[in-house]
């Protein structure tokens, strides 16, 4: 790949981000860039997934595939430690977003459905990275990790 096509590839990440953040609700995008200018950042991100790339980990809290939208919610709003006016870093492919949520009830569906039945975001602090989605560990039920960095 060319320089000039690892630019226009970059670009077009960093726009499909934009395009994706902007239809959030709940949520204030504070900023967005690209994964490899945050290493601190890419390293909590790192010692979470191995964690649970490695099969140790068990989920700390787990539902049934079959659940309605609603169940879905309620689910992660009782079980991940999610506050309003708290800020998170946001995973959007090969992009981060600093976001801040200002209405968790709208925010969570959103995030849900924006990543696809799932979502990863990170403490501005480092301290700890929450993981909502499915992954081979389970593969009848959805997941929720919460990980201390």
């Known amino acids: 790949m060319t320089e000039r ?3 226009i590839a970059r670009k077009q990440a960093m726009q499909a981000a934009k395009n994706k953040v902007r239809k959030l609700e709940g949520i204030q995008v504070l900023d967005l860039f690209e994964r490899e200018t945050n290493i601190p950042l890419n390293e909590a991100y790192r010692k979470g997934c191995s964690a649970i790339c490695s099969y140790s980990q068990l989920p700390h809290s787990r539902l049934p595939h079959g659940s309605s939208a609603s ?3 309620v689910w992660i ?3 991940m430690d999610l506050q309003e006016g708290y800020e998170y870093f946001y995973e959007i492919g090969s992009v ?4 801040k949520i200002f ?7 959103s995030l849900w459905e924006a990543g696809h039945y799932g979502f990863l975001l990170i403490d ?7 993981i909502a989605g499915f992954d081979s560990r389970d593969e009848d039920h959805y997941l929720i990790d919460i990980i201390k960095l």
């Open 5 to 7: 096509q690892r630019l």
């Open 96 to 99: 981060w977003a600093r976001i």
């Open 71 to 73: 169940q879905i919610a």
């Open 124 to 130: 501005t602090d480092f301290s700890q990275i929450q």
């Open 77 to 79: 709003l009782q079980t």
């Open 103 to 109: 209405n968790l009830p709208s925010a969570v569906p």
